[in-house]
């Protein structure tokens, strides 16, 4: 069995929260080839997206490993340190806690892992998004594994015929359910249609069991228990054979999508496909953008990256996700630009809303204030 783990972390923005300093990476990058020196991980690529750290990591320890998650840990404080000294933007944002516990999931950091039998081939793509959350993968993961319109493999490919089953998670009720596909589509859209609360952890592929793909649905103001940045997911995905294609994988993000993030983690905007020198966020610290990392796995070695979306195919793609951004962005502070009261809930507006508490009056049986009711405006000034 080999083992893939995702382990992210913002841990500190240069410059703002746009982008990842080489230093970080190199911090990062020494801590991790320790851990392989010792035997804790076969390999390990430090990729990023935007401001955020990504250590790709394999290893024989199965999915939870202490071992593996406190080698991340302490990569992330080696990390911070230098963060730290450089005074980047919010240096150590995502370790919550001083203390590690065994475990970093619910400590801040991001979590994908998936272990299993290495096929003769193995193919994978590692995804990472920057500015916005795990809701985000709900879409394509469903055109990927159970819309035939995407992948042409569900109609013609026996291997890929009898559909796959989801993992769904009720993020603020923490509860799951399986629901298979194509049978129960409908119902799986029912919840999935809302990324804010149900998200799609995991799918199974129906003819042999087998984990295809698993994100990560950490949700970090819920950790913190107030606005503490979006929690910029990642997702691995197995492909080809009885998973599909790697191009059925890429296509639906040619669909620059409308995800919650963007500025201030308070907008709606467009998902953009871009490659890993392109991730760095900009307009509007965004907007929220997406990083494909093609690897073959060769007895739990990392051969890559291959970086997928840099490629002119998703030219027409980023050219959407620009114009959407234009029209957006034209709203200003007015919803659907701005995210729904429920879901800014975690962001500094209800300071605002308190402040003004005391001023709201009943409207019921009133009639509207005359003038001279009204506190006197000072006089204008004319010259
Ligand atoms: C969104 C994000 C940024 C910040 C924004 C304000 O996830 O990270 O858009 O929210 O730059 O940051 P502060 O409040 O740190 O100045
Ligand atoms: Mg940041
Ligand atoms: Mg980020």
New binding site residues.
Partial sequence: MVTISVIKADIGGWV??SGVHTDLLEAVREALEEGRQRGVILDFYVAYCGDDVNLIMTHAKGVESPEVHELAWQAFQKATAVAKALKLY?AGQDLLVDAFSGTVRGLGPGVAEMAFEERKSEPIIVFMAD?TSPGAWNLPLYRMFADPFNTAGLVIAPSLHQGFRFEIHDIMESKRILLDAPEESYDILALIGAPERYNIKAVYSRSTGEIAAVSSTERLAHVAGRYV??DDPVLIVRAQSQFPAVGELLEPFTFPHLVP?W???SHTGPLMPVSLAQSRTARF?GPPRVVALGFQIANGKLIGPVDLFDNPAFDEARRMANQIADYMRRHGPFEPHRLPLEEMEYTTLPDILQRLASRMEDINGHRPARSEELEKMPEMEVE
Avoid: F, L, P, V
């Fill in positions: 703002g929260h919010g500015k940045g979006k993030g500025m201030r983690g610290d």
